[in-house]
T-cell receptor, first 114, second 114 residues
Framework: GESVGLHLPTLSVQEGDNSIINCAYSNSASDYFIWYKQESGKGPQFIIDIRSNMDKRQGQRVTVLLNKTVKHLSLQIAATQPGDSAVYFC?????????????FGTGTQLKVEL | EPEVTQTPSHQVTQMGQEVILRCVPISNHLYFYWYRQILGQKVEFLVSFYNNEISEKSEIFDDQFSVERPDGSNFTLKIRSTKLEDSAMYFCASAKLATNEKLFFGSGTQLSVL
């Protein structure tokens, strides 16, 4: 998994398996979290978000889990496909007084093997 | 699906020169942002912009940086006198709402300062 400030880890999974990418966020007062996917040469692409009043949210093939007690966020991708290969970033929105001033983690490289 | 567009995709400049990075945010969005990503590092917030003025800026965004919305569609980042350490991928983003709202990112401009 990843933690804000650490080096980029790599997760290798077989096509069809489920992937779990982890993130430890830094600010216990953060109230909004987002997972982004970044493919080579492209900008971050929104995957799913979750607010601090929830602990789970599901999208299409993706689920985000939030554990505020230990400041942990995870992204679960079901039936991982080759097109899921990318770097995945978690981002938190701390209550700095401004809006959408996201703090990004360093990312996790997901490699899907055929 | 509407998207944020950025031009140019690559910009090479000499140290000390001025550069302008251009962005066209999504048309019904009101909040605009610049982020940057130095190679191998995290995506970092630079500045947020709303109603023709800066809402918030980071320590990175010093007097050498400025932003402008010269017309109803473009949003620009100017670096007056580029330094070697300004070399990075610069991402423009936009959002409908001020806070706790997903940001839509452009594909970025890769700035190389020689």
């Amino acid at each position: 998994g990843e933690s804000v400030g650490l080096h980029l880890p790599t997760l290798s999974v077989q096509e069809g398996d489920n992937s779990i990418i982890n993130c430890a966020y830094s600010n216990s007062a953060s109230d909004y979290f987002i997972w982004y996917k970044q493919e080579s040469g492209k900008g971050p692409q929104f995957i799913i978000d979750i607010r601090s009043n929830m602990d789970k949210r599901q999208g299409q093939r993706v689920t985000v889990l939030l554990n505020k007690t230990v400041k942990h966020l995870s992204l679960q991708i079901a039936a991982t496909q080759p097109g899921d290969s990318a770097v995945y970033f978690c981002a938190e929105n701390p209550p700095t007084g401004g809006g959408n001033k996201l703090t990004f983690g360093t990312g996790t490289q997901l490699k899907v093997e055929l | 699906e509407p998207e944020v567009t950025q031009t140019p995709s690559h910009q090479v400049t000499q140290m000390g020169q001025e550069v302008i990075l251009r962005c066209v945010p999504i048309s019904n969005h009101l909040y605009f942002y610049w982020y940057r990503q130095i190679l191998g590092q995290k995506v970092e917030f630079l500045v947020s912009f709303y109603n023709n003025e800066i809402s918030e800026k980071s320590e990175i965004f010093d007097d050498q940086f400025s932003v402008e919305r010269p017309d109803g569609s473009n949003f620009t980042l100017k670096i007056r006198s580029t330094k070697l350490e300004d070399s990075a991928m610069y991402f423009c983003a936009s959002a409908k709402l001020a806070t706790n709202e997903k940001l839509f990112f452009g594909s970025g401009t890769q700035l190389s300062v020689l």
